[in-house]
């Protein structure tokens, strides 16, 4: 009897479809966020099965290694204390308009870090990052290749409290908070980060002034750790033809993470 397809690899399928056809709507109103979980379990129990790449690790162009996105600041040295400084913090104005304190979400022992930009009305209201649409559609798209917040994957954003409005974080809001985000990623200590977003990427890779587009596609580095930078999830949802890069974009952070 022939074993139905997994959850996962037909959601790849159809992502890769959607991609190759310029589909336009996403909807995932009706899929819950435990459900979008109970993809990333599946996906992680049939690695093995996972369709193979068109290419390898080393046919990716690696970039030099960029500085430390931010300058050392006095922080605490564990990660509970770590998160308890954050969660008290008045670094910067956004503190005044704050519900919670959005710190991390995923496993510490985690693979893959997942930075983002900033928390966003659900994330306010919950205390967790990417918990809305956009949250899905990323916990779609990693389970896709075998990566859950749920076993391998810890995320977290650049800055910690919400804009007003959403707006895009202003400059003194990053200087104030990014210290937070290198000592998370000095302990976590991931195999690899995925930056999702302009600020994220910028700010990781060092090229403040560069466009998106024109830094993604390659493996850069920070401080050591192999870093893929992508479009938000969010700018999918917006902008359906850039699923296609962010795919690409996947395809390659898998590649590092399996050693290929």
Known sequence: MTEPPSLAKEAARLLR???EIGGEDLFLGRLTRAQVLEL???ARSREGSMPPTVASASDAAVAQPTQP????????TSYTELRADALSCTRCRLCEGRTNVVFS?????????????????NEDKTGLP????????????????????????????????????????MPDEIQSCSPFLAKQIELIQPEALLAVGSFAARLLTGQEKTALGRIRGEVHSYQGVPLVVTYHPAALL???????AFWD??????RVLDGT
């Open 249 to 254: 974009d996947l395809q390659l952070l898998r």
């Open 130 to 169: 990417f918990v809305g649409a956009a949250g899905k559609y990323l916990d779609l798209l990693l389970a896709t290749v075998g990566l859950s917040r749920a076993e391998n994957v810890y995320i977290c954003n650049v800055l910690k409290c919400r804009p007003p409005g959403n707006r895009d974080p």
């Open 40 to 42: 990333a379990r599946d």
């Open 69 to 76: 996105a931010t300058a050392p600041t006095l922080l605490p």
């Open 17 to 19: 479809q959607r991609a």
């Open 238 to 244: 917006r902008n359906p033809t850039w699923t296609r």
């Open 105 to 121: 979400d995923g496993v510490e022992g985690a693979r893959l870090m997942v930075v983002g930009e900033a928390p966003g009305a």
